[in-house]
Structure formats: structure tokens, C-alpha cells
């Protein structure tokens, strides 16, 4: 036993230790960083090279943790640069309240912090491997608990199923692992499943993770974070599976996937998950997403307090028929803003928001793009329910190839005022020329919009546009397409009655302009007194008219009949039958107006 600055030393179980391993029982006593390397360099290729001078027994490290070398360590805690860790630090199980710092330093053989408890724990800019032939992570802290666990610009690797760095069901204050590069060929990089942080997770500052794991490069599946999951500029790759898979995250603040944040894969399961997730906020603003056979973003289910922004240059390009970004289902409290987002998918939709519910307005706008070249919609917008304003620029929907296949899909789509910014025969022609099947609900709460803006004229013009889809496209009988054909040029479906009534006055024309043509070229002569023997007179023009009149005008009769008839000539006889043809059409417009007026033709 040896006394350090007024601290008592000991070598646990009479075990003597080296030069360096003296040197750091001394600095724990004395609070004091143990500093190895100095201004020498710290890279992957130096770290190999150090020898005895630079090497600490993982076992040395241990028992400083569970005061077995030192009596009262300072609370500074351990605090350790540029050493090479031999062996595997193993401090499963162990209870402290000394803070562990290792800087800059080689773990060859990994460490082990399973059920360990620690007031914190950094390790920062170190290099952690997997022991040859182990089959545990490199860092194993699943139910790990620290107020403050750091692996800022450290790298861990491995070969495992069990991943580089597992903090399964792990308890912390902070997770910070900015700038960290994690690497597995067969495991998740960083699995975190049933995390809980009472603060932030920290995944930015080019942190970098890279898998070829089914599972996902990064796990979140179930944690609970108090803060923010911050992952701008990170950079996530996965050949198999998702990048970030966090199925039910719950996040208080915000996700941030933002700020150059890139991830990849070529996994089904999608490269970013977040189903069933409930955070704070979502913002992947500039965020760019690919995914060569499944979504690029799935979010189905998820719930956002706040806004949930895709915009800014947001990139997401995928080859799934599950689309390449979903939020079917989604709850969102705030805006949807995908303003500038460029959305692309080789075989199904770019955008599925298929019974979203958004509080406030979804921006579809400003630079916006969605593109598909498969036999699916390319926009869905079915069952979703906007409380704002609906922006969305129907031109910027567009199919990379030529095909039947309909753009949108808007079949129970529910928002309030005016969508913009098209204009109104833009939206019909979206309406009529671009949806898989005819649907009476987007129809009718377009004009529900304009009839509440004060727009009736624009209403009735919506309504009118439902009627001439239903007839093409709903599959009606003959008849029925006959009949509304015919009440369409007629009534205009029963929204413009007028024209019918216009029709009446062209009839009346007609029959005057034909009784007074006729009449003038032998058609219509004076009846002869009864029993007369006179020949048969020209009618005066005024009985030409009322003639015209009385053929026109149904139930009206002005006396003119009674004095000049259609005489036996040719004219005559084609004045007779133009007149009962007449006298039908007349007949059937007036009838038509009634009906029209009153309502009495079904409009739908």
C-alpha cells in the first residue's frame, strides 16, 4: 500500500502493476488526467504501434471503478489519454459513482458494460474492436444506466450478428455520439431498441453508421427519449435493411434529419422506419433518402405533435409499391410542409398519405416534384383530412413514363377553404382526366369550398363537371347516359335551367321566322267563310306571326289560327310538319325549364 498526496493506494489481490498502470492508480488519487500521448499522433495506424509504455490492463481500469486501488478516488473520476486497453474491459454488473473518461484510446478486445451502472461514462475519439473469435459486440452496454454516456468521434467495428454497439433497454441521461464512426458486417451498427434517454441522443457532427443487417444499421424500435434525436449531417447506410429503424420512437422534442443527413439502403423494410413513432416534431429538411427496393421513408401510424417539415430540398427516390414516402395513417398536429421536396419511385406512388390527419395546411408546392413511372397512382391523397389549406401544384405531379395509370388518388380528401395554388379548371382537370375511377366526394367538397368562399358560380361549375365524369366514367346504363347527356346541353344537369328556357325562345323564333317565310310564298292563305266559294287569300303579315306564335308557344294562343291555315301547296304541307316538330320541341323545353327550376331533375 502506497499513500498518493495524503490518498492511500493498493494493489488489489497483492498483484504488482506496470509503470503506466502506477501512473494512472495515482492520477485517480490526485484527480489528474493521465495523458500517454502528449502531442504524439492518435490515428488507427499509431494506436496499433504503442507498446508496454502506452499499454493499461483493462483489469487495472476495472478495479479503479469499483475502488478496489484507490480508498477515496477524486471526484474528477478517471480520466484517461492515449493508452492501449488490454484486454476486454469488463464492468458488467458493476455499481460506481466514478466518472470514467477514456480519450483517444485502443480497446482491442472491446469492453463490456452489461447491467453496469456508472455516474458517467466518455469515451471519446477511441477505437473500439471486437475480440478475435468473440461473438459479443464491441460495446455491449444493453441495460447499461449513466447519467451521461459519450462516444463522441470514436469508432467501434465489428463482424458480429450482435452489432457494434448494443444499448439495449439502456437507461441514460445523454447519449451523445457525435461524430462517431460505428461499422458492422452483420449486425446493426448501433442498437438501441427500448432505449431510455431522459435527455437528448446525439447522432450529428458526422456521425457515421454503416450494416448489412436485416435489422437495420440503427435501432430504436420502442425507446423513449426525453429530449431531441438529433442526426444532422449524419450519414446511414445499410445494404440489406433499414438505416434507421425506429418502429414506436417516442421522441418529446424533435427528430432531425436534417441538415445533409443522407441514408441508404436496399432493404424491403424501408431506409427510414418511424411507424407507430410519436415525437415531438420531424424535420428532414434537405435530408436525402434512397432506397433501391423498398420506401424511402415510412412513417405510417406515426403521431407529431408538431409540424412535420420534408421540405427544402428533401430528396427521397425508392423502387417500391408501397411508395417511396408513407405517412398513411399519420397524425400530425402541425403543418405538412413538402415545399420543395423532389419525391421519385421507379414502380409505386412518391407520396402516400392515405388517411393522414394534418391540423394545419399541407404545402405540395413551391418546387415540389413527384414522379413515378409504375402502374399506381403517383399521389395519394385518399381519406385524409387537412384542417388548413390544401397547397398542392397540380403540374408538378407527373409520370416518368407514358401509361394509363392515374396520378392522383383523392377519394374521401377532406380540407378546408380553396386548394391552391391551381386554378379551378386545372383542379377539374385533375378531378376528371387524372384519378383511377369517378368519385362523387372530391367533387362535392370542391364545390362545398367554393359555395362557402361565396363562389356559387364556381360551385355549380364543379357540380357540373361530377355530372359529365359520372357519365363517362360510372359506369351508368345507356339510358342513363342518354338522359344526362341530354339534361347536361338542356338544364346544364340541372344547375343552369336557363338554357332550356333559351332553347324555348330559339324555338319561338324559329316557328315565327317559318310561318312568316312560309306565308310569303304560298304556305298559310285565309280560312274561306263557311260555305263560301272565294278562292283562298294570302294571310296578313301579322297573322303570319301570330300563326308562329301559336306553333312555338305551348299553352298560348293568339287567334291567328282561327283565320289562316297551311294551304295544300308543298310549302304548305312542310309548314304543317315543321309545325308539329315545333310545337314537340316547345313542348318539351318548356317542360324541361319546369323541371329544371323547380328541381324536379336529379342532379346526380
Not at 457532427?205 to 434525436?229: E, K, N, P, W, Y
Not at 427510414?272 to 429538411?285: E, K, Q
Not at 404545402?363 to 387537412?386: H, K, P
Request: with cysteine.
Amino acid at each position: 500500500m502506497t499513500s498518493v498526496g495524503g490518498q492511500r493506494t493498493r494493489n488489489a489481490d497483492g498483484l504488482s502493476h506496470c509503470p503506466a498502470e502506477r501512473r494512472l492508480i495515482e492520477s485517480v488519487a490526485r484527480g489528474e488526467v493521465l495523458d500517454l500521448a502528449g502531442d504524439g499522433p492518435v490515428g488507427a495506424q499509431a494506436m496499433r504501434s504503442w507498446g508496454d509504455d502506452r499499454t493499461i490492463a483493462a483489469s487495472v481500469i476495472r478495479d479503479l471503478v469499483r475502488a478496489r486501488l484507490v480508498d477515496d478516488p477524486d471526484p474528477h473520476g478517471l480520466r484517461l489519454r492515449g493508452a492501449r486497453i488490454a484486454g476486454r474491459l469488463d464492468l458488467e454488473n458493476i455499481t460506481s459513482d466514478l466518472a470514467l473518461e477514456l480519450h483517444d484510446c485502443f480497446l482491442p478486445d472491446g469492453v463490456n458494460l452489461r447491467n453496469a451502472q456508472l455516474l458517467t461514462l466518455a469515451v471519446t475519439g477511441c477505437r473500439i474492436e471486437q475480440a478475435p473469435g468473440s461473438a459479443d459486440a464491441p460495446l455491449d452496454a444493453a441495460r447499461f444506466a449513466a447519467r451521461v454516456f459519450s462516444l463522441q468521434r470514436s469508432t467501434v467495428t465489428a463482424n458480429a450478428a450482435a452489432g457494434a454497439v448494443r444499448l439495449a433497454a439502456s437507461r441514460v441521461g445523454t447519449l451523445d455520439c457525435r461524430g462517431a464512426r460505428l461499422e458492422s458486417s452483420s449486425g446493426p451498427a448501433l442498437d438501441a431498441d427500448g432505449l431510455q434517454a431522459e435527455q437528448s441522443v446525439f447522432l450529428h457532427d458526422g456521425f457515421t453508421a454503416t450494416s448489412t443487417s436485416a435489422r437495420g444499421t440503427v435501432r430504436l424500435l420502442g425507446a423513449r427519449i426525453g429530449g431531441q434525436l438529433n442526426c444532422g449531417g449524419a450519414r446511414l447506410a445499410n445494404t440489406a435493411g433499414p438505416a434507421l429503424n425506429g418502429d414506436n420512437l417516442q421522441v418529446s422534442q424533435g427528430v432531425l434529419l436534417w441538415r445533409g443527413f443522407t441514408a441508404t439502403s436496399a432493404g424491403e423494410q424501408g431506409t427510414i422506419r418511424l411507424l407507430n413513432a410519436h415525437v415531438g416534431s420531424l424535420d428532414c429538411g434537405g435530408a436525402r433518402l434512397t432506397n433501391t427496393v423498398g420506401p424511402a421513408f415510412e412513417a405510417d401510424g406515426s403521431t407529431v405533435d408538431g409540424d412535420a417539415a420534408l421540405n427544402d430540398g428533401f430528396t427521397a427516390t425508392s423502387a417500391s409499391e408501397l411508395g417511396t414516402v408513407g405517412l398513411a395513417g399519420a397524425r400530425i398536429a402541425g403543418l405538412l410542409a413538402c415545399d420543395g421536396a423532389r419525391l421519385e419511385n421507379v414502380t409505386g406512388p412518391a407520396l402516400d398519405v392515405n388517411g393522414v390527419q394534418v391540423a394545419q395546411d399541407v404545402l405540395l408546392d413551391d418546387g415540389f416534384t413527384a414522379t413515378s413511372a409504375g402502374d399506381q397512382v403517383v399521389l395519394v391523397l385518399a381519406g385524409a383530412r387537412i384542417g388548413g389549406t390544401l397547397r398542392l401544384d397540380t403540374g408538378s405531379v407527373t409520370r416518368a413514363a407514358p401509361g394509363e395509370a392515374s396520378l392522383v388518388e383523392l377519394q374521401g380528401l377532406t380540407y378546408s377553404g380553396l386548394p391552391r395554388p391551381a386554378s379551378l379548371p386545372r383542379w377539374l382537370a385533375l378531378l376528371g382526366e387524372h384519378t383511377p375511377r369517378y368519385s362523387a366526394q372530391p367533387y362535392q367538397h370542391l364545390a362545398g369550398a367554393y359555395r362557402a368562399a361565396g363562389h356559387d358560380r364556381d360551385a355549380r361549375t364543379v357540380l357540373m363537371a361530377q355530372r359529365r365524369d359520372q357519365i363517362r366514367r360510372a359506369g351508368l346504363t345507356a339510358s342513363e347516359r342518354l338522359w344526362g347527356r341530354l339534361t347536361g346541353i338542356t338544364l346544364g344537369y340541372g344547375y343552369q335551367p336557363w338554357r332550356a328556357l333559351l332553347l324555348l325562345l330559339v324555338t319561338l323564333g324559329a316557328a315565327v321566322a317559318l310561318s312568316v317565310t312560309g306565308g310569303h310564298h304560298g304556305g298559310l292563305a285565309q280560312k274561306p267563310a263557311t260555305g263560301g266559294t272565294v278562292a283562298a287569300t294570302g294571310c296578313a303579315t301579322i297573322d303570319q306571326i301570330g300563326v308562329g306564335l301559336d306553333l312555338g308557344t305551348p299553352l298560348i294562343r293568339t287567334g291567328a289560327g282561327d283565320r289562316c291555315q297551311p294551304t295544300d301547296t308543298s310549302v304548305g304541307q312542310t309548314l304543317t310538319i315543321a309545325g308539329w316538330i315545333l310545337q314537340l320541341l316547345a313542348w318539351t323545353f318548356a317542360t324541361l325549364f319546369i323541371a329544371g327550376f323547380t328541381s324536379a331533375v336529379r342532379r346526380t
